[in-house]
């Protein structure tokens, strides 16, 4: 079994940055990936990044239209922690931010939600 918990989330005003974080504990051989969604309320799940990578060498690196040059997503491998660098942050940046993971495990491959995060930004 994986968890993986977030932190980082808050109130900012326009204009800030927040760096949130997912970290993976239990019991894995490898993280094979890992994504950030955001949601607002009344909308669906939005995906905003996402990395692929294999024996800890990151092959993709992508983040939606709506946060190109103002999101970064990363992976630490030696702590098993994600982040999300959010920077330039806007009004409608606001909603629950949730991490999911994949990884290789005893199982299979298997992939895991955090609990999400809200993430806030006032004009």
């Known amino acids: 079994q994986v968890q993986l918990v977030e932190s980082g989330g808050g109130l900012v005003q326009a204009g800030g940055s927040l760096r949130l974080s997912c970290a993976a504990t239990g019991s894995f051989f490898d993280m094979i990936a890992m994504a950030w969604y955001r949601q607002a309320p009344g909308n669906d799940r939005e995906l905003v990044a996402h990395?692929?990578?294999?024996?800890?060498?990151?092959?993709?690196?992508n983040v939606a239209d709506s946060v190109k040059g103002r999101f970064t997503i990363s992976l630490d491998n030696a702590k098993n922690t994600g982040y999300l660098q959010m920077n330039s942050l806007k009004p409608e940046d606001t909603a629950v931010y949730y991490c999911n993971a994949d990884f290789q495990t005893t199982r299979g491959r298997r992939d895991y939600w955090g609990q999400g995060t809200q993430v806030t930004v006032s004009s």
């Open positions: 990395l692929t990578q294999h024996n800890n060498k990151q092959l993709t690196n």
